[in-house]
């Protein structure tokens, strides 16, 4: 990804504008020094992606977190609504019982 700049090719491009060696030349440099000092070297952009990459995966392994501790809460909310369920089906049937019994005396 290093941007290369053909400094020769800029050169001559100028010489053939008629512009004399010192500023074609000067100006060649100056598009080389431009281009190096602005654009990001090819070791930059992958220290940014590898960076980026433990970024995500830390992201991820905390999204994963999260949706496990829903999951559980969603589980546990699960049972508990049985246990209540199963509770007043027992209450009814002591309370249908208990009339069956008042009544039957």
Known sequence: MDAVIDTL???????????????????????????????????????????????IEKVKAE??????????????SKVDTIKWVAAMLAAQAGVIAALVWLLSN
């Open 63 to 76: 999204l994963r977190a999260e949706i496990d501790k829903v999951q559980l809460s969603i589980e546990r």
């Open 9 to 55: 090719q800029i050169y001559k491009r100028l010489k053939d504008a008629n512009l004399n060696d010192d500023v074609a030349n000067e100006i060649a440099e100056v598009f080389k020094d431009i281009t190096e000092s602005v654009l990001p070297k090819k070791a930059d952009v992958d220290r940014v992606q590898f960076v980026l990459k433990i970024d």
